[in-house]
């Protein structure tokens, strides 16, 4: 079936030390979008990778999509407290010629100061 | 621009009772989405809509009905609450391929 797998499912980092999540596909994805989530709010959109092996940046925010198109990560540099929430990638799948993105479960970043 | 807006933001209902869930989006979205949240579970896909007057079920659509009578409105129904329907519940809409644009969600609780 469609899916995509995060890992880890939570993270707990000192501030000031790195992070990484990891999300894979069962299938090659066209194109693959990262969103972060506070405690107690909403999904945001962070940015969306469509070409194989890109990296995008957002300060201390990385962005990769593998070569293959079945897997991205999101590093972190340097956590702060405000980095603290869920993140979320997900991949667009297609249904009865319909287009929507099915979630990961996500990674819930701690950033102890 | 108000984005996304979703009401009510918190509802407590008693099993079997039934209601309706309201999403309004003001940025001409052609796409629709209903989504339930639950702890460990990630985003869920109830239902959504690729158009005005079009719907299609998602992941998780049992229990569940909506419509989507105008283009800039989206309506998600219970129509016998159960115990198993408390979720946070985040109403989403984009263009074609974009990035989602999300409501700030509701909070039921079924008892």
């Known amino acids: 079936g469609q899916q995509v797998m995060q890992i880890p499912q939570y993270q707990h980092v000192q501030e000031g030390e790195d992070f990484t999540t990891y999300c894979n596909s069962s299938t090659t994805l066209s194109n693959i979008q990262w969103y972060k989530q506070r405690p107690g709010g909403h999904p945001v959109f962070l940015i969306q990778?469509?070409?194989?092996?890109e990296v995008k940046k957002q300060k201390r925010l990385t962005f990769q999509f593998g070569e293959a198109k079945k897997n991205s990560s999101l590093h972190i540099t340097a956590t702060q407290t405000t980095d603290v929430g869920t993140y979320f990638c997900?991949?667009?799948?297609?249904?009865?010629?319909?287009?929507?993105?099915?979630f990961g479960t996500g990674t819930r970043l701690k950033v102890l100061a | 621009n108000a984005g996304v807006t979703q009401t009510p933001k918190f509802r407590v209902l008693k099993t079997g009772q039934s209601m309706t869930l309201l999403c309004a989006q003001d940025m001409n979205h052609e796409y629709m989405y209903w989504y339930r949240q639950d702890p460990g579970m990630g985003l869920r896909l109830i239902h959504y809509?690729?158009?005005?007057?079009?719907?299609a079920k998602g992941e998780v659509p049992d229990g569940y009905n909506v419509s989507r009578l105008k283009k800039q409105n989206f309506l998600l129904g219970l129509e016998s609450a159960a115990p198993s329907q408390t979720s946070v519940y985040f109403c989403a809409s984009s263009k074609r391929g974009a990035g989602y644009t999300f409501g700030s969600g509701t909070r039921l609780t079924v008892v």
């Open positions: 809509s690729v158009g005005e007057g079009t719907t």
């Open positions: 990778l469509v070409k194989s092996g």
């Open positions: 997900a991949g667009p799948f297609t249904t009865s010629g319909t287009y929507k993105y099915i």
